[in-house]
């Protein structure tokens, strides 16, 4: 083996799954286009059950991990803590996305230019090539308050459409988060603030994640050059109301994190309050 083949990858892919066999395939067939780089792939296994997955995974030769559904956040830790993983850039995703022809390399390419870029996030469609808002502001007691309230009753409330920033021209610029469902992570800044908060166990990992990197002084980077396709919900659209109550209860734990203290008690509570109701009225 000569010294090129050991040299640690530039990139490593970690994809976390949960009964995803069958939209796994398409993602892994996505990678060797988006990047003129060797890459490093490990697949998560969160529902490794039945054995499909891990399947999938040593017919193209690919490490995989077998796990009992730790969350999201905590998956991608395992991975990248658990099996010493050396590497410049990790590429988080879930399964259920496909990368563009090149994708890769043009979010690298944009990290490179700054050390100080902890994350570079790409343009993501959805399934009918509608442009996801995945580029945002984090979430503060006056715009998270409104997108909570109004969200889904006034789409064009001001608050969500601060919050959202879903009118900002697709140009590549700072985002204080970047959507989780495809992210690019330089590696010392994932170990610099311990990886995700596994106090999430799944929604609000990557807003929790970006706030972390700004505080610890790294940027987040949004490059629309980069696309990908995220169908989206597909391990989750079986038991919808439990994940409502799921991203409530994140909501909550984020802005009570960000908001600390015994002076803003009575916020938190009026949050948790407005959230639980939330909660309720979009589950039925």
């Not at 996505?30 to 039945?50: H, Q, Y």
């Not at 799921?246 to 407005?274: C, D, I, M, N, T």
Request: hydrophobic share 40%.
């Amino acid at each position: 083996m000569n010294e090129e083949n050991l040299r640690a990858p530039d990139v490593t892919v970690v994809v976390v799954s949960y009964g995803s066999e069958a939209v796994l395939p398409a993602f892994l067939d996505s990678l060797g286009p988006a990047s003129s780089m060797p890459l490093r792939t490990i697949v998560v296994d969160n529902k490794p059950a039945g054995g499909a997955v891990e399947g999938l995974a040593e017919a193209r030769g690919l490490e995989y991990l077998p796990l009992e559904n730790p969350g999201y956040g905590a998956a991608v830790n395992r991975a990248v803590f658990g099996l010493a993983v050396e590497t410049k850039w990790l590429l988080i995703t879930n399964p259920d996305v496909t990368m563009d022809p090149g994708s890769i390399d043009l979010l690298v390419g944009a990290g490179e230019k700054d050390e100080r870029i902890g994350s570079v996030g790409p343009l993501i469609r959805d399934a009918e090539g509608g442009i996801y808002p995945s580029a945002r502001r984090l979430p503060r007691l006056t715009t998270g308050t409104g997108h909570a309230l109004f969200g889904r009753v006034w789409r064009g409330n001001p608050w969500s459409q601060e919050y959202r920033q879903a009118n900002e021209e697709p140009v590549a610029r700072d985002a204080e988060w970047l959507s989780g469902a495809c992210l690019l992570v330089r590696s010392t800044a994932f170990r610099a603030i311990d990886g995700f908060d596994e106090s999430f166990f799944m929604y609000f990992e990557d807003v929790d994640l970006g706030a972390r990197l700004l505080h610890a002084g790294y940027r987040n980077r949004y490059q629309p050059a980069a696309s990908v396709t995220h169908t989206g919900a597909h391990s989750t659209e079986r038991s919808v109301s439990a994940m409502v109550a799921a991203h409530h209860e994140s909501a909550y734990r984020f802005l009570a994190k960000r908001y600390p203290g015994p002076l803003l008690w009575p916020v938190r509570q009026a949050l948790r309050l407005g959230l639980q109701v939330r909660s309720r009225h979009s589950r039925r």
